[in-house]
């Protein structure tokens, strides 16, 4: 009997699956489970990376969803600032999927959140996507007049959706005692909130509910669309803090051994469900160099995030008009700015979190 190896292609040896490939065109590392057409609805969510993902889609011609979309002569950076061309509906980021469920429960009025206003000095902001509006509302009133218009969009692209691009972020998260509302950030940074231990706790999700909650998300997409896909992705980018009481690299690399554990698992058990490795892409050594701006090692490069969409486009290709080229333009990152100035300023909640840092 021949020794089970001998018979396995090029991909199964790190020498010549990895050694031996050019990193920016890293063969049979990806290869799709189903075809993605220019003309699927896609609707996008997850931690502030999916941001890289939606824009790339957008620019190569795929049909992203955008239900909430800026007021007329809001544009560019400007509508971004306010959480606007950021993913399908004004949600900002979702770094957890216990966050993304609960916002589709919220929005089909399956569930109601313990905690959604928060003080910002003298006005009010939206506990739950406290980015959205920076300098605040100037009433809690306001501030869920605004919450319900938002959660009529999310419906509306729940609804139009047939395929969901979710990236998953973190499994650390504070919690609302009383109703287990999870918040995109602590309160008591100035996103807004007060911070007090009797009403918030830490919450680190283990691999067990980070599964169970994403197969909820699966379920309540497919009763609304039973033909409904996914395609899950695993964010490259480091904590930029942890409440864990590990080292924050530790707690990164445990955080996202168990996000890439469960993405995978879930890949394998659902035929609707695909995975695509970005995380690999940018966080193996096999690049032979750093795709993260050096200026803080986090943030990933603009030169990286056209590598990955490189990589998933050639896989779709097909969907592409003919002779079109199967990647936005690469982008240069100007002399003195990080990967997400140079990139259409990605907006990430979780950076706040540098200001308490010693």
Same mark, same amino acid.
């Given at each position: 009997?021949?020794?089970?190896?001998?018979?396995?292609?090029?991909?199964?040896?790190?020498?010549?699956?990895?050694?031996?490939?050019?990193?920016?065109?890293?063969?049979?590392?990806?290869?799709?489970?189903?075809?993605?057409?220019?003309?699927?609805?896609?609707?996008?969510?997850?931690?502030?990376?999916?941001?890289?993902?939606?824009?790339?889609?957008?620019?190569?011609?795929?049909?992203?969803?955008?239900?909430e979309?800026?007021?007329?002569?809001?544009?560019?950076?400007?509508?971004?600032?306010?959480?606007?061309?950021?993913?399908?509906?004004?949600?900002?980021?979702?770094?957890?999927?216990?966050?993304?469920?609960q916002?589709?429960?919220?929005a089909?009025?399956?569930?109601?959140?313990?905690?959604?206003?928060?003080?910002?000095?003298?006005?009010?902001?939206?506990?739950?996507?406290?980015?959205?509006?920076?300098?605040?509302?100037?009433?809690?009133?306001?501030?869920?007049? *605004? $919450? !319900? /218009?938002?959660?009529?969009?999310v419906?509306?692209?729940?609804?139009? &959706?047939?395929? @969901?691009?979710?990236?998953?972020?973190?499994?650390?998260?504070?919690? *609302? $005692? !009383? /109703?287990?509302?999870?918040?995109?950030?602590?309160?008591?940074?100035? &996103?807004?909130? @007060?911070?007090d231990?009797?009403?918030?706790?830490?919450?680190?999700?283990?691999? !067990?509910?980070?599964?169970?909650?994403?197969?909820?998300?699966?379920?309540?997409?497919?009763?609304?669309?039973?033909?409904?896909?996914?395609?899950v992705?695993?964010?490259?980018?480091?904590?930029?803090?942890?409440?864990?009481?590990?080292?924050?690299?530790?707690?990164?690399?445990?955080?996202?051994?168990?996000?890439?554990?469960?993405?995978?698992?879930?890949?394998?058990?659902?035929?609707?469900?695909?995975?695509?490795?970005s995380?690999?892409?940018?966080?193996?050594?096999?690049?032979?160099?750093?795709?993260?701006?050096?200026?803080?090692?986090?943030?990933?490069?603009?030169?990286?995030?056209?590598?990955?969409?490189?990589?998933?486009?050639r896989?779709?290709?097909?969907?592409?008009?003919?002779g079109?080229?199967?990647?936005?333009?690469?982008?240069?990152?100007?002399?003195?700015?990080?990967?997400?100035?140079?990139?259409?300023?990605?907006?990430?909640?979780?950076?706040?979190?540098?200001?308490f840092?010693?």
């Open positions: 009997m021949r020794n089970p190896f001998e018979t396995l292609p090029a991909s199964a040896f790190w020498k010549t699956g990895v050694k031996g490939q050019n990193w920016a065109s890293i063969e049979q590392l990806y290869t799709r489970k189903f075809p993605i057409e220019t003309t699927t609805r896609i609707m996008t969510a997850g931690s502030c990376f999916a941001q890289h993902i939606g824009k790339r889609l957008k620019a190569s011609g795929f049909t992203v969803l955008d239900t979309l800026p007021p007329q002569g809001l544009s560019g950076a400007a509508a971004q600032k306010f959480g606007y061309q950021l993913y399908s509906a004004r949600y900002g980021n979702i770094y957890t999927i216990r966050q993304f469920l916002l589709l429960q919220e089909h009025g399956r569930w109601t959140p313990g905690e959604v206003v928060w003080p910002k000095g003298s006005l009010y902001t939206d506990a739950l996507r406290p980015n959205v509006e920076p300098e605040g509302l100037e009433s809690p009133e306001a501030v869920l007049a *605004h $919450r !319900a /218009s938002h959660l009529k969009r419906r509306r692209a729940v609804a139009r &959706a047939e395929l @969901v691009v979710f990236t998953f972020g973190l499994t650390e998260a504070w919690l *609302h $005692r !009383a /109703s287990g509302t999870v918040f995109p950030i602590v309160p008591g940074t100035s &996103a807004g909130g @007060v911070f231990a009797e009403n918030y706790v830490f919450h680190n999700f283990t691999s !067990a509910e980070v599964q169970r909650d994403f197969i909820a998300v699966r379920a309540f997409f497919r009763r609304r669309n039973p033909n409904c896909r996914f395609l992705t695993v964010s490259p980018v480091p904590l930029t803090a942890t409440a864990s009481g590990r080292h924050v690299l530790s707690a990164t690399v445990k955080s996202k051994a168990i996000l890439r554990a469960v993405a995978g698992q879930l890949e394998e058990r659902f035929e609707d469900v695909d995975y695509f490795p995380f690999e892409l940018i966080f193996s050594p096999f690049s032979r160099e750093c795709f993260y701006d050096l200026e803080n090692l986090r943030e990933v490069r603009p030169d990286a995030v056209d590598m990955v969409m490189k990589t998933f486009l896989a779709h290709a097909a969907a592409l008009q003919p079109a080229e199967p990647i936005v333009t690469p982008q240069t990152k100007p002399a003195g700015k990080s990967a997400a100035q140079s990139d259409g300023e990605v907006v990430c909640e979780e950076i706040l979190l540098e200001a840092k010693r």
